[in-house]
């Protein structure tokens, strides 16, 4: 058994976690099979865009553009694992190990680790992704062989010593609150101060910037600059619109705790959360709404594209609300309706709507249980 | 080790963060064999210097000395000289109190966790809880595992910041006795901060007061001698004469 502190307590937790998913039986093997089908259904879809990239006279298709989609996914890429470095290093600072004697540079280079493996995976992963897409289209296409070099260059980035450093600066905390919170507090009362701790749509755009460059790749050569300009918008209104979910679920696992003795019916509770989510959901539905526009889709697809994009929000604010008892349920049960629509849309597209419906109604009754 | 021997010295200690100044021109020791208490209203900057002498925050100014060994200069044996019980929020859900017990055996370069601790575990009720998940127990029961993290190994200096929160009687009897037989068996010094001032007279050797970063007052073992024979109510009244008093 190995003595390093920090692997020891990885590998035990590791182990717990198996055996948790062992003792659930069936749910494991179904979650995995639901992700493996999302992954069939996105790399599928992207194979349309994929084979438009790589054609013949496509710009992105010629060596230096190439070149310099590689070095950005590799610069990407970096950037990502070097985040979730300084992330892990900035958590051990004042964890439970923090004051036991063990060496920093120890705590550092196990730290190195963990995210040079995690690392390693999402490169092998896109990898794999981008091995499969180039044997569906030309296998020596500049611009898969360019991304490969850039995946493999980042791989081996991730070895060198240097990597993650400098650290960035982390400063340990002094109660003082966040400005732009602490004005819209103000404005607030009561239970819709629940909702306004959802952290602030602002600080979360920069994480925007690497699937937004993703997105620019995948655009079509010779498109239209504003429909360039309208499909990132409408992928923005997406991307914040599923990290507006999984903020609200951090909210409610961390409200969970303080408020479950309160007198609050889950109506009330809802409530609390209701006008920063409609507030959010609206941005979100205007952002997708001019995305739709300057795209260049018609009236009518524009409005279609809003009314699923605040239905999506609806039901995954109500699954999250459903589950804030045990937040594990969430991924299980959007797995399950995601499967449940998406498969009526391929075998009775005409009962995907309803049976959507009626699955939000199955959430709004689950949302407005207990909750014990 | 000599009963007057300091083993843990902070000489002028200041720290800053960002800038707002926490602590300032702190001079206290730990003597060998007693209980110190760190007393003082919140926000006095109690958690800081506890961080600070196990090294987790740099000071400004100062010096910090575990058993002889500045803290700056060679962290890890000063922190091997130290046994620490981490808030029980932070321990890990995922893992069983046994697991984190190996854990920290194992960062003290033990190969198992030693008999003692699992008898201690026994005596605080925490045995029945050991193969279970951190984040199904209890507070009182993640307090039990976070204090038997800070006694593993038998460390020299014992940081226990408020340990009795959620320990019900029997424990907090067992752990009272336990940190009173290690001081006097093996000249442990015990440094406790805690807001529970009636469990003060019995258990406390020394007290030091914090307010607004700096040292406010000093009790030694004359004066708990007599609070223990005369008054119980009389420390809990001079904790509040000298905050009250202009500093």
Same mark, same amino acid.
């Given at each position: 058994?190995?003595?390093?502190?920090?692997?020891?307590?990885?590998?035990?937790?590791?182990?717990?976690?198996?055996?948790?998913?062992?003792?659930?039986?069936?749910?494991?093997?179904?979650?995995?099979?639901?992700?493996?089908?999302?992954?069939?259904?996105?790399?599928?879809?992207?194979?349309?865009?994929?084979?438009?990239?790589?054609?013949?006279?496509?710009?992105?298709?010629?060596?230096?553009?190439?070149?310099?989609?590689?070095?950005?996914?590799?610069?990407?890429?970096?950037?990502?694992?070097?985040?979730?470095?300084?992330?892990?290093?900035?958590?051990?600072?004042?964890?439970?190990?923090?004051?036991?004697?063990?060496?920093?540079?120890?705590?550092?280079?196990?730290?190195?680790?963990?995210?040079?493996?995690?690392?390693?995976?999402?490169?092998?992963?896109?990898?794999?992704?981008?091995?499969?897409?180039?044997?569906?289209?030309?296998?020596?296409?500049?611009?898969?062989?360019?991304?490969?070099?850039?995946?493999?260059?980042?791989?081996?980035?991730?070895?060198?010593?240097?990597?993650?450093?400098?650290?960035?600066?982390?400063?340990?905390?002094?109660?003082?609150?966040?400005?732009?919170?602490?004005?819209?507090?103000?404005?607030?009362?009561?239970?819709?101060?629940?909702?306004?701790?959802?952290?602030?749509?602002?600080?979360?755009?920069?994480?925007?910037?690497?699937?937004?460059?993703?997105?620019?790749?995948?655009?079509?050569?010779?498109?239209?600059?504003?429909?360039?300009?309208?499909?990132?918008?409408?992928?923005?209104?997406?991307?914040?619109?599923?990290?507006?979910?999984?903020?609200?679920?951090?909210?409610?696992?961390?409200?969970?705790?303080?408020?479950?003795?309160?007198?609050?019916?889950?109506?009330?509770?809802?409530?609390?959360?209701?006008?920063?989510?409609?507030?959010?959901?609206?941005?979100?539905?205007?952002?997708?709404?001019?995305?739709?526009?300057?795209?260049?889709?018609?009236?009518?697809?524009?409005?279609?594209?809003?009314?699923?994009?605040?239905?999506?929000?609806?039901?995954?604010?109500?699954?999250?609300?459903?589950?804030?008892?045990?937040?594990?349920?969430?991924?299980?049960?959007?797995?399950?309706?995601?499967?449940?629509?998406?498969?009526?849309?391929?075998?009775?597209?005409?009962?995907?709507?309803?049976?959507?419906?009626?699955?939000?109604?199955?959430?709004?009754?689950?949302?407005?249980?207990?909750?014990? | 080790?000599?009963?007057?021997?300091?083993?843990?010295?902070?000489?002028?200690?200041?720290?800053?963060?960002?800038?707002?100044?926490?602590?300032?021109?702190?001079?206290?020791?730990?003597?060998?064999?007693?209980?110190?208490?760190?007393?003082?209203?919140?926000?006095?900057?109690?958690?800081?210097?506890?961080?600070?002498?196990?090294?987790?925050?740099?000071?400004?100014?100062?010096?910090?000395?575990?058993?002889?060994?500045?803290?700056?200069?060679?962290?890890?044996?000063?922190?091997?000289?130290?046994?620490?019980?981490?808030?029980?929020?932070?321990?890990?859900?995922?893992?069983?109190?046994?697991?984190?017990?190996?854990?920290?055996?194992?960062?003290?370069?033990?190969?198992?966790?030693?008999?003692?601790?699992?008898?201690?575990?026994?005596?605080?009720?925490?045995?029945?809880?050991?193969?279970?998940?951190?984040?199904?127990?209890?507070?009182?029961?993640?307090?039990?595992?976070?204090?038997?993290?800070?006694?593993?190994?038998?460390?020299?200096?014992?940081?226990?910041?408020?340990?009795?929160?959620?320990?019900?009687?029997?424990?907090?009897?067992? *752990?009272? =006795? +336990?940190? $009173?037989? &290690?001081? @006097?068996?093996?000249?442990?010094?015990?440094?406790?901060?805690? #807001? !529970?001032?009636?469990?003060?007279?019995?258990?406390?050797?020394?007290?030091? *007061?914090? =307010? +607004?970063? $700096?040292? &406010?007052? @000093?009790?030694?073992?004359?004066?708990?001698?007599?609070?223990? #024979? !005369?008054?119980?109510?009389?420390?809990?009244?001079?904790?509040?004469?000298? *905050?009250? =008093?202009?500093?």
């Amino acid at each position: 058994m190995s003595l390093d502190p920090d692997s020891l307590a990885a590998r035990l937790s590791f182990a717990n976690r198996v055996a948790l998913w062992r003792v659930r039986g069936a749910e494991g093997p179904f979650l995995i099979l639901v992700a493996a089908s999302v992954l069939v259904l996105v790399l599928l879809s992207l194979e349309a865009p994929w084979m438009a990239l790589v054609s013949a006279q496509a710009a992105w298709n010629q060596p230096p553009a190439a070149a310099l989609a590689g070095a950005a996914l590799a610069f990407a890429l970096w950037w990502h694992g070097r985040a979730a470095l300084q992330q892990i290093l900035a958590a051990r600072r004042s964890d439970w190990l923090a004051a036991l004697p063990i060496a920093t540079a120890r705590r550092e280079a196990q730290a190195r680790r963990v995210a040079w493996r995690g690392l390693l995976l999402r490169v092998v992963l896109l990898m794999l992704a981008l091995a499969w897409l180039l044997g569906r289209s030309d296998p020596s296409a500049p611009l898969g062989l360019g991304l490969l070099a850039g995946c493999a260059a980042t791989a081996l980035l991730g070895l060198w010593p240097g990597f993650g450093h400098p650290a960035l600066p982390t400063r340990d905390p002094v109660s003082v609150p966040i400005p732009s919170l602490r004005e819209r507090r103000a404005k607030a009362t009561g239970l819709a101060l629940l909702g306004v701790a959802i952290a602030p749509v602002a600080l979360r755009v920069p994480r925007l910037a690497w699937p937004l460059g993703t997105g620019l790749l995948l655009m079509p050569v010779g498109a239209r600059p504003l429909a360039v300009l309208g499909f990132l918008v409408l992928l923005a209104a997406l991307l914040l619109s599923s990290d507006l979910i999984a903020a609200l679920r951090r909210r409610l696992a961390g409200d969970r705790g303080w408020l479950a003795a309160l007198p609050l019916t889950p109506h009330r509770l809802l409530g609390g959360y209701a006008p920063t989510l409609w507030r959010a959901g609206l941005v979100r539905a205007l952002l997708a709404a001019i995305g739709a526009h300057l795209v260049g889709a018609p009236a009518l697809w524009v409005l279609a594209i809003v009314v699923v994009l605040a239905l999506l929000l609806l039901h995954g604010a109500l699954l999250a609300f459903a589950a804030r008892a045990r937040p594990a349920r969430f991924p299980l049960w959007t797995s399950l309706h995601l499967v449940i629509v998406l498969g009526a849309l391929q075998v009775l597209p005409p009962l995907a709507p309803l049976l959507w419906l009626a699955l939000l109604g199955w959430s709004w009754r689950r949302a407005m249980a207990t909750g014990r | 080790m000599n009963a007057s021997t300091p083993v843990l010295k902070v000489s002028d200690l200041a720290v800053h963060l960002g800038s707002v100044v926490v602590l300032a021109g702190i001079d206290f020791e730990l003597p060998a064999g007693a209980i110190t208490g760190l007393i003082g209203p919140n926000g006095s900057g109690k958690t800081t210097l506890i961080r600070a002498l196990l090294g987790l925050v740099a000071p400004v100014r100062g010096q910090i000395r575990v058993a002889g060994i500045d803290l700056s200069r060679d962290p890890l044996a000063a922190r091997a000289q130290l046994g620490y019980a981490p808030d029980p929020a932070v321990l890990p859900g995922d893992l069983s109190g046994r697991q984190v017990l190996e854990v920290t055996a194992a960062a003290r370069g033990l190969a198992a966790v030693p008999d003692d601790v699992l008898a201690l575990a026994g005596r605080l009720g925490a045995a029945r809880w050991l193969d279970a998940a951190l984040g199904s127990c209890s507070l009182g029961t993640r307090q039990k595992f976070a204090i038997l993290m800070a006694l593993l190994g038998r460390p020299p200096v014992l940081v226990l910041d408020e340990v009795m929160n959620g320990l019900d009687p029997i424990s907090a009897h067992e *752990l009272k =006795a +336990e940190l $009173r037989a &290690r001081c @006097r068996e093996e000249g442990v010094a015990v440094l406790l901060t805690t #807001h !529970g001032l009636e469990i003060a007279p019995t258990l406390l050797d020394h007290a030091v *007061l914090l =307010a +607004e970063g $700096r040292i &406010r007052h @000093r009790w030694g073992p004359a004066d708990f001698a007599a609070w223990r #024979h !005369g008054d119980p109510a009389a420390f809990e009244r001079a904790v509040v004469a000298a *905050l009250r =008093a202009d500093p």
